[in-house]
């Protein structure tokens, strides 16, 4: 069975920092390229980082870049989103996806955690 697992969300003021995990299991993650995304209410999703299969390579947005960082640990199946100088524009649902595309593609979500910044 799928599972990806998200946590650390929660309330933070503006300028604070958190720290999104996310474990995966019942796929091989390190083939996977992983991906952290977000949504508020009536909002399309929002592709807010990239990392790849080997770490090797990330990208973000011009609304996150030198703020948030992607790392993950292939020995843990786990991939994490640092998040500092938060803005209230942060704020969102916060969900953690899996993407191979090759041999074929397949994808996976998490169920998403809470980002609230607010003072």
């Known amino acids: 069975q799928v599972q990806l697992v998200e946590s650390g969300g929660g309330l933070v003021q503006p300028g604070g920092s958190l720290r999104l995990s996310c474990v995966a299991s019942g796929f091989p993650f390190r083939q996977y390229t992983m991906n952290w995304h977000r949504q508020t209410p009536g909002q399309e999703r929002e592709l807010v980082a990239t990392?790849?299969?080997?770490?090797?390579?990330?990208n973000y947005p011009d609304s996150v870049k030198g703020r948030f960082t992607i790392s993950r640990d292939n020995a843990k199946d786990t991939v994490y989103l640092q998040m500092n100088n938060l803005k209230s524009e942060d704020t969102a649902v916060y969900y953690c996806n899996a993407r191979q595309f090759a041999p074929e593609f397949r994808e996976y979500w998490g169920q998403g955690t809470q980002v609230t910044v607010s003072s």
């Open positions: 990392i790849t299969s080997t770490g090797g390579l990330t």
